[in-house]
C-alpha cells in the first residue's frame, strides 16, 4: 500500500460528495503504476506471501474477492453489493472501499 493511499483516505473521510471524492483522487497517482488483481484462476499460481512481497509498496486495486490474497496491502477494494455474500476481513484500515453500480439502461 502506498502511503499516499493512507493520506486520501483520511482526506475523503472529510468530504461530503462523491464529485468531491472523485476530483481528490483524480490524476492524485499519475506518476504510479497501478496493479489490478482479479479474481482469474490465475490468481492462485501465487501464493499470498508472494503476492504481497511483490506488491506491497505498490498501488493496488483489488476487485471482489481477489482482496483475499493481498488483506494488507490493498490500496482500493472494487466491489459491488450483488454476490456480496460475506463481510471482507479488512486487516488494514486504510484500504479505500469503492461500491460499483451497475446501471442498465432499457430503450
Known sequence: MLEKTIEIKKEMQELNSIEERLELIHNAYKDDTAYILTCGPSLNDY??????????????????????????????????????????????????????NLIILVR
Do not use: G, R
Open 47 to 100: 501464493s499470498k506471501e508472494e503476492l504481497n512481497e511483490k506488491f506491497k509498496d505498490k498501488l493496488v486495486f483489488c476487485i471482489k474477492h481477489s482482496i483475499e490474497a493481498v488483506y494488507d496491502i490493498c490500496d482500493y477494494h472494487l466491489l459491488n453489493l450483488w454476490n456480496f455474500e460475506f463481510p471482507y476481513n479488512y486487516t488494514n484500515p486504510n484500504t479505500i472501499q469503492l461500491y460499483l
